[in-house]
Nanobody, 121 residues
C-alpha cells in the first residue's frame, strides 16, 4: 500500500504565495515521478508541474515563472512553491506519485485526496 498526503492549501490574496507539500509513504521501492495536478470547478483535472527522480521538471504554460516544483527523494516528498497567485489558480490541488512498490514491477499511479487553494481578495 502507498499513501499520498498533501498539505499547505488555503486562502490567499492575489499576488500572494503558498507552498504545498506532499509525502508518499508505505511500500515504496522507488518514486519515479511526482507531480501536482489541479481541478477547478467545472473543469477537467490538469497537470500543473511534475519532477522526475533525476530532477527533470515540467510546468504548464500557465504557471511557468510563478510556480516551482522541488523534491526530496530520500523522503519521497515533493513541494510546490506558488508565487504571484492569481484568482484563476483557484482549484483543488492533487499530488500524484508514480511509484514502484517492488523491483521489476511496473510503477503505479497513486493520488492524494487533494488540498484546496483559493485565491481571492
Amino acid at each position: 500500500q502507498v499513501q499520498v498526503v498533501e498539505s499547505g492549501g488555503g486562502l490567499v490574496q492575489p499576488g500572494g504565495s503558498l507552498r504545498l507539500s506532499c509525502a508518499a509513504s508505505g511500500s515504496i521501492f522507488s518514486a519515479n515521478v511526482m507531480g501536482w495536478y489541479r481541478q477547478a470547478p467545472g473543469k477537467q483535472r490538469e497537470l500543473v508541474a511534475r519532477i522526475t527522480r533525476g530532477g527533470s521538471t515540467y510546468y504548464a504554460d500557465s504557471v511557468k515563472g510563478r510556480f516551482t516544483i522541488s523534491s526530496d527523494n530520500a523522503k519521497n516528498t515533493v513541494y510546490l512553491q506558488m508565487n504571484s497567485l492569481k484568482p484563476e489558480d483557484t482549484a483543488v490541488y492533487y499530488c500524484n506519485a508514480v511509484v514502484s512498490t517492488r523491483w521489476g514491477v511496473p510503477p503505479g499511479d497513486y493520488w492524494g485526496q487533494g488540498t484546496q487553494v483559493i485565491v481571492s481578495s
